[in-house]
């Protein structure tokens, strides 16, 4: 099963403008992951917020979370071509459990 | 390596022939996982192992698929009487503990083609 949905499923924008991907999860959380696929292969970690932590920066990425909705966004600054890739959350209901990921946002930055 | 190793990378197999693909996690990894990705779509949880506790099997899609981790490191995913429905890409990952707590380290998978 899976637990949260990426939103938009395709996002196309100009290199040097921002991406912003959603996640919606059903239940509560211990921690939200957001990770990176380069052509359909092997995933690569990005960022992981603490359910009781609301945002978080990593260079030109930006993570909130707001655990009342159960949503939680990726905010890429200053987008680059190399960034073109598809874009996955993941959750986990507590330290015991499965990490559940989202479907993905794919995510074209155009030169 | 220092990384997750799958093997093989890639495999053909005929409708009805029992497969085994492989995930050397990284050393000292207590928690191993077990995902499928069809062409475009999302990772579908198959199993997860977690130290010396049961695995999860939740995931599994049907009693054709088992999993094991032999000493607390290696895993073998085997599909038996396989069918043109579990061809995808099937992906391993390990993470230092508990899920969630630690980021996944993720292997580069094994496409796997049912003819």
């Known amino acids: 099963s899976q637990q949260g949905e990426e939103d938009p499923q395709a996002l196309s924008i100009q290199e040097g403008e921002n991406a912003t991907m959603n996640c919606s999860y059903k239940t509560s959380i211990n921690n939200l992951q957001w990770y990176r696929q380069n052509s359909g292969r092997g995933l690569v970690h990005l960022i992981l917020i603490r359910s009781n932590e609301r945002e978080k920066h990593s260079g030109r990425l930006r993570v909130t979370l707001d655990t009342s909705k159960k949503s939680s966004s990726l905010l890429i600054t200053a987008s680059r071509a190399a960034d073109t890739a598809s874009y996955f959350c993941a959750t986990d209901k507590t330290g015991n459990t499965p990490l559940v990921f989202g479907k993905g946002t794919r995510l074209s930055v155009i030169a | 390596g220092a990384g997750v190793s799958q093997s093989p990378s890639n495999k053909v197999t005929e409708k009805g022939k029992d497969v085994e693909l492989r995930c050397d996690p990284i050393s000292g990894h207590t928690a191993l996982y077990w995902y499928r990705q069809s062409l475009g779509q999302g990772l579908e949880f198959l199993i997860y192992?977690?130290?010396?506790?049961?695995?999860?099997k939740s995931g599994l899609p049907s009693d054709r698929f088992s999993a094991e981790r032999t000493g607390g490191s290696v895993s073998t995913l085997t599909i038996q009487r396989t069918q043109q429905e579990d061809s995808a890409v099937y992906l391993c990952?390990?993470?230092?503990?508990?899920?969630?707590?630690?980021?996944?380290?993720f292997g580069q998978g094994t496409r796997l083609t049912v003819v």
């Open positions: 990952a390990s993470s230092l503990k508990g899920s969630g707590g630690t980021e996944a380290f």
């Open positions: 192992f977690q130290g010396n506790s049961a695995p999860d």
